[in-house]
């Protein structure tokens, strides 16, 4: 067989697994969009949600950490797993007992990474503009829409706080519900 015939069993094979579950494809979307238009709605308790989960995730993933440092102790590197281990723990420990000032660290980081990537998506275009001829300005655009939000997020700080993570949470969630659910729903009528 060849590589384009295994792609194409395997796309064959996604599309009958996606016609035979499309109800859960659409009661997911479903579900991610109504979630979505809530943090849009009220992106200030989202934005504390997001933080409380990031504060239980880095817990959790501290405390695995610390276990499995431990159990392998006689492997090389023992000394930087623990530390890696203690700082995910004190960092969920963190943000679980100070989640506001949780989000004003995550919005400002939030924000300097919108800044970064509007620069590196603009520079991307100009190195290849002549390989993505008309298409390179969409790049460009796109770039600029980064800096704008970086724009908007640092120089509202705090109060931009309340709201950007959880608008952008939202926003993410409500986009990716409504192609669950279009996905869904032309699976459904066999498309």
């Known amino acids: 067989m060849t590589i384009q015939q295994d792609v194409s069993k395997l796309q064959t094979q996604m599309r009958a697994a996606v016609r035979e579950h499309w109800k859960a494809f659409l009661i997911e979307g479903i579900v991610l969009a109504i979630l979505g238009l809530a943090a849009i709605i009220v992106p200030q308790l989202a934005s504390l949600a997001v933080t409380i989960y990031l504060g239980w995730m880095f817990l959790v993933m501290g405390i695995l950490g610390l276990v499995m440092t431990f159990w392998a102790r006689g492997m090389p590197g023992f000394w930087w797993s623990l530390i890696s281990a ?22 400002i980081v939030l924000g300097v990474f919108f800044l970064a990537e509007g620069v590196a998506t ?33 120089t509202g700080l705090p109060s931009s706080a309340e709201w950007a993570i959880g608008l952008l949470v939202g926003i993410n969630l409500l986009f990716g519900g409504a192609s669950l659910i279009g996905m869904a729903l032309a699976a459904r009528h066999g498309q």
């Open 122 to 154: 603009i520079m991307y275009a100009l190195e290849h503009r002549r390989e993505l001829s008309g298409r390179w300005s969409w790049l460009v655009v796109s770039g600029a829409v980064d800096i704008i939000i970086s724009g908007l997020i640092i």
């Open 86 to 107: 203690i700082l995910a723990i004190a960092a969920g420990v963190i943000l679980l007992a100070r989640p506001i000032q949780g989000v004003l660290t995550l919005t």
